[in-house]
Every structure is written in structure tokens, then in C-alpha cells.
């Protein structure tokens, strides 16, 4: 089953720098990341989601690369035929490709929902931040104090309540050491 949490941050840059720290923590093998998102709001009251993959960008790219092969293979039996007309095709069919790849990377949304991030941070203090971690895996005992250096405060986990309590008072804990300092 997977874990998610979600902390909110007393400015716009903290959960950005939490999950760069997370991203750290993925190449030690400490965490297994599904999906990562923040959301900011700032001093106008506006929020913004920051999703960590781009799935409409990666559909692109995938979709090109894979019309580019086929326009090739399309005119592979054709080699009679003039050098820029069998490029057009192929570029032709990069072009679809990236087009419709890009539509379903946008159409496809994978791990956090949406909606649920919507309604969780509705109430959001302005120039503030929040991050939603959904990870396969976690080493909780290992990532915990990575994590309580950027302080901030629990707002949604689907932990046991033993695991829950003592990621709240970590967090607790640094956000009163941060603010002493």
C-alpha cells in the first residue's frame, strides 16, 4: 500500500525545497516516490499546482519519438521515392505523434487526485505551501528527520497513529526550533 502524507509550509519555497530533499533521498534508496505535488498560494490568494512530471510534455516526446518510427518503417519499402518526401513523412508522423502523445500525457492523471489536493488546501493561508508525497516505499525511521529540518505541520497522512504522532511532533519540534532561531 502506498503512503501519503501531506505538510503544509509557512512560505511558497519551503515544499519545493522539501521535496528536492526527497528527490535526494530517492537516490539513497530511502524512498520510493509515485507522485509529488505542491501547492503554493500566493500573496493574492491564488493557488498554483506544481505537478513533479509533466505527463503532457512526456506523452509528447514518447509520442514523437514512436510516429517518427512508424512514418520511418512506412516508408522504408519506398526507397524510389524522393529524399525530402520520405523526410516529410516521417517528420509527419513525429509531428502526429508529439500531438497526440501530448494529448494523452494532459488526458492521464496518475497518482494524487486532483480534486482531493483541491479540497485539502482550499483554506490555505496565502504565501504558503503545501506538499503531497505519495510513495510506494518509505524507510519512515530514515526519511523522518530529513524531513523534520524543514519543520511545517501535518496535514493529511494515511500512516498508522503511532507513525502519524511521531511525524507531527518531529515536525513540531523543528518548526519551534526554527522559529527560535
Not at 107 to 113: F, K, N, Q, T
Amino acid at each position: 500500500m502506498s503512503t501519503l502524507i501531506a505538510v503544509t509550509y509557512p512560505d511558497e519555497q519551503r515544499a519545493q525545497q522539501v521535496l528536492a530533499e526527497l528527490r535526494k533521498l530517492e537516490t539513497q534508496y530511502l524512498i520510493d516516490l509515485e507522485d509529488a505535488v505542491y501547492v503554493t498560494k500566493d500573496a493574492n490568494g491564488k493557488p498554483r499546482l506544481h505537478q513533479a512530471v509533466d505527463l503532457t510534455q512526456a506523452g509528447a516526446v514518447n509520442g514523437a519519438f514512436w510516429g517518427l518510427l512508424i512514418g520511418l518503417l512506412i516508408t522504408l519499402p519506398f526507397p524510389f521515392m524522393a529524399p525530402l518526401a520520405w523526410l516529410g513523412i516521417a517528420a509527419a508522423g513525429a509531428g502526429i505523434g508529439a500531438a497526440s502523445g501530448a494529448l494523452m500525457g494532459k488526458a492521464s492523471d496518475l497518482g494524487i487526485d486532483d480534486t482531493f489536493m483541491e479540497n485539502l488546501t482550499a483554506n490555505m493561508t496565502p504565501g504558503t505551501s503545501t506538499l503531497f508525497i505519495l510513495a510506494r516505499s518509505v524507510t519512515l525511521d530514515k526519511v523522518e528527520p530529513d524531513l523534520a529540518k524543514f519543520g511545517g505541520q501535518v496535514l493529511y497522512t494515511n500512516l498508522n497513529k503511532d507513525a502519524e504522532e511521531q511525524l507531527r511532533t518531529q515536525l513540531s519540534d523543528a518548526a519551534g526550533k526554527m522559529a527560535q532561531a
